[in-house]
């Protein structure tokens, strides 16, 4: 017995070690996520924001990120999405990003399976996009941030990589309210009655949300929650740079889940939980809730006048709109943080009530295709969803057309301000001189005019080449990621609400679609080529029907393309592709893009540049405190302060760099201890320009209502070009003495403390029951009607208005002898507020 027992104890060991050995190749054969981001915030100064025309920015309100994950499944494919605080993402940049993503992982990240995506914030800076009709509007093309930006995308896709491990996905769906209003109400009323009657609301009210989980240590890995509404909460008045109301989102849930940290780990590392909010179809969706007012205010400031019905908001050359959309906040940064914390707060009610796990054995397939839209030829598929008759046949052999823009994009919507009142949302008044300069252009034919159907073309911006390089390329990406049950539809457009369901439901029928399937529209994705509407959408002149580049037949094209790219994800196993589909690669004008950089916005037009000299002034040193602090401050008040300072472009791509600093004396460890800094959601750097080269820092901290008490300091952190640079570039220019390869004038390091104060509770908490946390509370109990602080925020669903700044402009540009013709059309037609 006692020789049978030693016998056994062994071999219980060994089939102990072999079922572990087992689990881990088990695991670590099954479905692997990676998670990172990094920052690609850019210059904060002088710069033109990319979404609003003419709106510069001087600040940072909160930082942009790319939010990167990395997927491998248990064959080996793999695949990778990033969502990008920017208002799109140029084709240019996906197309580079996966270059050399390509050149770093020896093909197996390329742009074929890697999906870039934006949130649409309104507020960050442009610069990046390789369409001259876009890239004007900045203006002009920063090779130096458009690299920041590929740098960024590509290391956090390379950390997410890096940091993948078996993961468990898991899936979930709900509905959040009161977040978004269509911002055209009557556009939507166009759509057929029996079709509107299938879905109870003129939005999208529904957030779908995958969760990503470390299958070993059950450790929250990262979530991607997709809801349609634009992000602009900020409007043109805005001079911070912000990843408005998503990038609040993120940081929100990241800040839950990374116990309050501010800022990612350097590199990307493991255990940081990354939270993405990217769009979907939200070509129509407003965050402004509260629907439009009249703006007493010369300033164009919102005011608490009338409220309109229709967003027709005339007012006389180069003055400002008489009315604005307005968002649930006393402010627009008030009005930002309640939507995004509405979506985060949706977003985590889902992530924690989530429990339908995907397969363990799930699989990863892709197709990517880029073509020129304008050559082809495809039937109207989406005849037979509204069809009464299903078994009808429908149109053949429509096309797409040369991109144009129409009058009615040139009226922008209520969210901005207008240069010229001329144009009119919902009409086709047109204007000879207009039409003259327009044909001086690009002449349009009586073919283009029968191609774009009722929409009266402003501008034949597909017509238009610079330097080789078309105003406006007809070459469209498209993607389609299937990840298991989840298919995920990059579209590089804004898709207006029933255009998207149309989409959604056009895909669901696809033969051979799993019942389980899902399908997801992944709004504004590898290329930016403004909206896709209804066809009947289309016909009402509305800002978003001018905005249809490509003609009446846009959204059957994107459609009958995505109906192929799905047959061929059904059809075959993994990434190969089938014999009826094949993903073309149409010759493109990307790699022209060396000609963009003659086309730059310089330093902001100010005189001083982008690279002008800092000079504190005399009797002034670079860093000094100039505004007195209190002696002491309650939670919830507010700290501002000013500092001698730097223009920030000069930081501009130093790693790790923050403009400011909140800290926190540690009487136990007698040292400072950074608490906040200008990533933070409660702090606010604003860059103020003085005369002969000086500058001032504004920073300014909402003490938050649960701050810890004690003894606080504010720091400012800059670098300053100062004269002995400028001394060494002017002798580097001469060739005396010959710089080392890569090296740059020295900048200076300038840091500044305030004094120090103290924060203590406040004396009482009705202080912090303000009208904004009544109005959110409101919202997000769906109390919206019947909360006795809520009545100015009633709206009707079907037949209200609010605005949303996606407003555009008239831009042109052609060949030199043009240029003064094409800059008149640009100041006419340009509302302030663009996209």
């Known amino acids: 017995m006692q020789t049978i027992w030693h016998w056994k104890l062994p071999m219980a060991l060994i089939l102990m070690i072999a079922f572990c050995i087992l689990s881990t190749i088990s695991a670590v054969q099954g479905f692997e996520v990676g998670a990172a981001m990094m920052d690609i915030t850019g210059p904060v100064a002088q710069v033109n924001t990319m979404g609003y025309a003419h709106a510069k920015l001087s600040g940072l309100h909160i930082r942009l990120f790319c939010r990167a994950f990395a997927f491998r499944d248990s064959a080996g494919n793999s695949a990778a999405y990033a969502v990008l605080d920017l208002a799109m993402v140029s084709h240019l940049l996906s197309f580079t990003v996966g270059k050399r993503l390509s050149e770093a992982t020896g093909g197996r990240f390329s742009e074929t399976n890697v999906m870039l995506s934006a949130t649409h914030t309104h507020a960050g800076p442009g610069g990046f996009n390789q369409d001259l009709f876009v890239a004007l509007n900045t203006p002009g093309f920063d090779r130096a941030y458009f690299n920041y930006i590929v740098d960024g995308v590509v290391q956090s896709i390379l950390a997410a990589d890096r940091a993948r491990t078996p993961a468990r996905v898991l899936s979930n769906s709900g509905h959040l309210y009161n977040a978004s209003v269509n911002r055209h109400p009557h556009q939507y009323l166009l759509n057929p009655a029996a079709e509107r009657a299938r879905y109870p609301t003129n939005v999208d009210t529904e957030m779908h949300l995958l969760r990503f989980d470390d299958a070993q240590t059950g450790a929250p890995l990262g979530s991607i929650a997709w809801f349609p509404v634009h992000g602009t909460s900020l409007k043109v008045s805005n001079r911070y740079v912000s990843g408005d ?201 009586p073919e283009d005019a029968e191609c774009q159907g009722s929409k009266r073309i402003c501008l034949n911006v597909g017509k238009i080449f610079w330097s080789g390089i078309p105003f406006m390329s007809s070459q469209i990406p498209t993607q389609l990621l299937r990840i298991g049950p989840i298919f995920i539809l990059a579209l590089p457009t804004e898709v207006t609400t029933m255009a998207g369901r149309r989409l959604m439901e056009s895909l669901r029928r696809t033969e051979g679609f799993p019942n389980e399937g899902k399908v997801l529209i992944n709004g504004l994705s590898n290329g930016y080529y403004f909206y896709v509407t209804t066809e009947e959408e289309y016909n009402g002149s509305y800002y978003e029907a001018g905005a249809t580049l490509f003609g009446p037949h846009t959204l059957n094209f994107y459609a009958w393309h995505a109906s192929r790219m799905l047959r061929s994800l059904l059809t075959t196993k993994r990434q190969k592709n089938s014999g009826n589909f094949q993903p073309k690669r149409t010759p493109s004008d990307l790699d022209k893009s060396n000609r963009l950089d003659g086309i730059s916005g310089g330093g902001g037009g100010d005189g001083q540049g982008i690279d002008g000299l800092d000079f504190a002034g005399f009797g002034k040193n670079f860093g000094q405190q100039l505004l007195n602090l209190r002696n002491s401050y309650e939670q919830g008040d507010t700290v501002e302060l000013k500092f001698v300072a730097c223009n920030p472009r000069h930081s501009f791509g130093i790693s790790n760099h923050s403009f400011l600093l909140v800290q926190r004396y540690n009487t136990r460890l007698h040292r400072w201890e950074t608490v906040r800094n200008d990533a933070s959601l409660d702090t606010r750097f604003l860059w103020q320009q003085g005369d002969f080269f000086q500058s001032f820092a504004l920073i300014r901290w909402d003490i938050p209502a649960g701050q810890r008490p004690g003894d606080y300091r504010i720091g400012y952190r800059g670098h300053c070009r100062t004269f002995s640079a400028a001394l060494a570039e002017t002798s580097w220019a001469m060739g005396w003495p010959k710089p080392q390869e890569g090296e740059q004038p020295p900048l200076l390091p300038v840091s500044g403390e305030s004094r120090r104060f103290r924060v203590v509770a406040a004396r009482s908490k009705l202080r912090f029951a303000s009208d904004d946390s009544i109005r959110e509370t409101a919202l997000s109990e769906g109390n919206i009607r019947s909360h006795p602080a809520a009545s100015m925020l009633q709206f009707k669903p079907e037949s209200s208005s609010a605005g949303a700044a996606v407003n555009a402009g008239c831009i042109a540009s052609a060949k030199v002898a043009q240029i003064m013709a094409i800059f008149w059309l640009l100041q006419m037609m340009t509302p302030l507020a663009r996209l």
């Open 245 to 445: 109301n998503k990038g609040i989102a993120s940081q929100l849930m990241e800040r839950h889940f990374n116990g309050g940290r501010d800022w990612p780990p350097a590199g990307g590392a493991r255990g940081t939980f990354v939270a993405a909010f990217p769009q979907s179809h939200s070509g129509d969706v407003s965050p402004n809730v509260r629907g439009v007012f009249r703006v007493p205010d010369a300033d164009g400031a919102a005011g608490e006048g009338d409220e309109v019905e229709e967003v027709r908001c005339n007012s006389s050359v180069f003055k400002t709109f008489d009315c604005e959309s307005k968002g649930p906040g006393k402010d627009q940064y008030k009005s930002a943080m309640i939507i995004g914390r509405m979506q985060f707060q949706t977003a985590m009610k889902l992530h924690q009530s989530a429990t339908t796990e995907l397969p363990k054995s799930l699989t990863l397939s892709v197709v990517h295709d880029t073509r020129d839209v304008s050559e082809e030829r495809f039937p109207a598929v989406l005849d037979l969803l509204n069809s009464v008759n299903k078994s009808a046949s429908y149109r053949k052999d429509l096309r797409a057309c040369k991109a144009a823009i129409g009058y009615a994009f040139c009226a922008g919507t209520a969210d901005g301000k207008a240069l010229f009142s001329y144009f009119t949302s919902g009409t086709q008044r047109a204007s000879v001189l207009v039409d003259a300069i327009r044909d001086l252009l690009a002449k349009v034919t």
